[in-house]
């Protein structure tokens, strides 16, 4: 069966600091990988997601970046941290590539800027 | 007009009682839907897809699609304490990449 793994699961940072979030997926080949932002009270904001291996969509401008260097790893980065980086942020896959297209989440990592 | 649409909440039920989550979309071409629960301080968990018009029962749980009106439901019978949590809708976009579009959740209280 497939299973979702994301790392830290907490994470308090300084402003200005540095970011990096994995993610990796076990149980299945050529996921489509997606990162989400979920701000306190807030939806869900799709950040990036991407296709295969080094291919990226970026979906907001912001101060985020991401790279995904083998098929099953997603990271998540940034080389300065802003307060408003704060919240709960997801690592999701899906397969199929169809109407039908599902997605499952990892077990998120919450990220506070202070 | 936000893609997918759904009340916050919270919702309050008696513990027992049939909680009914409605979700409203605005892409008329839309094919795939889903329900995700997610408890507080938790990610989202698939509970629930369908695709075509109808109902679709497992376990207490069903939904409900009416493309021609443009909504989703989600019915929960017999509500427990356990299904406290919020309650979030995705509708897959027509067309191009399958990413779904998520609405904004509704929260679920159910009180004993």
């Known amino acids: 069966s497939q299973t979702i793994h994301q790392w830290p699961a907490t994470l308090v940072q300084p402003v200005g600091s540095p970011l990096s979030l994995e993610c990796t997926v076990e149980g299945t080949s050529n996921p489509n990988l997606y990162w989400y932002r979920q701000a306190a009270g807030r939806g869900l904001q799709l950040l990036f997601y991407s296709v295969g291996i080094g291919q990226i969509s970026s979906e907001v401008p912001q101060n985020l970046s991401a790279s995904r260097p083998q098929d099953r790893q997603f990271i998540l980065s940034s080389k300065k941290l802003l307060l408003s980086d704060s919240g709960f942020y997801l690592c999701a896959w899906s397969v199929l590539g169809s109407s039908r297209e599902t997605q499952y989440f990892g077990p998120g990592t919450r990220l506070l800027v202070l | 007009q936000k893609e997918v649409e759904q009340n916050s909440g919270p919702l309050s039920v008696p513990e027992g009682a049939i909680a009914s989550l409605n979700c409203t979309y605005s892409d008329r071409g839309s094919q795939s839907f889903f329900w995700y629960r997610q408890y507080s301080g938790k990610s989202p968990e698939l509970i629930m897809s369908i695709y075509s018009n109808g109902d679709k029962e497992d376990g207490r749980f069903t939904a409900q699609l009416n493309k021609a009106s443009q909504y989703v439901s989600l019915l929960i019978r017999d509500s427990q304490p356990s299904d406290s949590a919020t309650y979030l809708c995705?509708?897959?976009?027509?067309?191009?990449?399958?990413?779904?579009?998520f609405g904004r959740g509704t929260s679920l209280i159910v009180h004993p």
């Open positions: 995705a509708v897959n976009k027509s067309g191009g990449s399958y990413i779904p579009t």
